[in-house]
T-cell receptor, first 113, second 107 residues
Framework: DAGVTQSPTHLIKTRGQQVTLRCSPK?????VSWYQQALGQGPQFIFQ???????QRGNFPDRFSGHQFPNYSSELNVNALLLGDSALYLC????????????FGPGTRLTVL | GQSLEQPSEVTAVEGAIVQINCTYQTSGFYGLSWYQQHDGGAPTFLSY????GLEETGRFSSFLSRSDSYGYLLLQELQMKDSASYFC????????FGAGTRLFVKA
């Protein structure tokens, strides 16, 4: 079992560009959440996808959007990048019948210049 | 809204016991979880308390008091590898994390 995987590992973009991050959940998991983690801070909830729908959303602008595919993998898209979007983006998955334990991927380190 | 408060740093010596506290304010309570994150790594799940009381998993234990909106993570027989950040978290579909407690274990 590969666990949760994310790609790419690192990414450098310039202000105003758009980025797409990808996540494959752990085998058997059907729910994917995305988090933004700034250095020295806790993960901040962006949104969660279940059954290909956005089920819950945190306090992030509409520039942040996502998608879940029939195989439960997910994408996070960020448009019109700002310097403040530089962070570690984490994907976490779990099985909808047991939400108390989330499995995190290694994250994508996004740097916006 | 929801918020969780935990100390920013704790230092302890190898072999000792350390307690990391967490107080929370939530509009609805879905239990308290604890995660460990080493520098450069992903958060990993440690424990979950849905009900009041103590949950023990090896050297780690977690306690919850819903009436006090308070919980703690207890780490026993500290090892150097326990140096990491520890996060308490709560929420149902929308998980809210505390800012984290950085634990330094000294020889």
């Amino acid at each position: 079992d590969a666990g949760v995987t994310q790609s790419p590992t690192h990414l450098i973009k310039t202000r105003g560009q758009q980025v797409t991050l990808r996540c494959s959940p752990k085998s058997g998991h059907d729910t994917v959440s995305w988090y933004q983690q700034a250095l020295g801070q806790g993960p901040q909830f962006i949104f969660q996808y279940y059954e290909e729908e956005e089920r819950q959303r945190g306090n992030f602008p509409d520039r942040f959007s996502g998608h879940q595919f029939p195989n439960y993998s997910s994408e996070l898209n960020v448009n019109a990048l700002l310097l403040g979007d530089s962070a570690l983006y984490l994907c976490a998955s779990y099985f909808s019948g047991g939400y108390n334990e989330q499995f995190f991927g290694p994250g994508t380190r996004l740097t916006v210049l | 809204g929801q918020s969780l408060e935990q100390p920013s740093e704790v230092t302890a010596v190898e072999g000792a016991i350390v307690q990391i506290n967490c107080t929370y304010q939530t509009s609805g309570f879905y239990g308290l979880s604890w995660y460990q994150q080493h520098d450069g790594g992903a958060p990993t799940f440690l424990s979950y308390n849905a009900l009041d009381g103590l949950e023990e998993t090896g050297r780690f234990s977690s306690f919850l008091s819903r009436s006090d909106s308070y919980g703690y993570l207890l780490l026993q027989e500290l090892q150097m590898k326990d140096s990491a950040s520890y996060f308490c978290a709560t929420g149902g579909f929308k998980t809210i994390f505390g800012a984290g407690t950085r634990l330094f274990v000294k020889a």
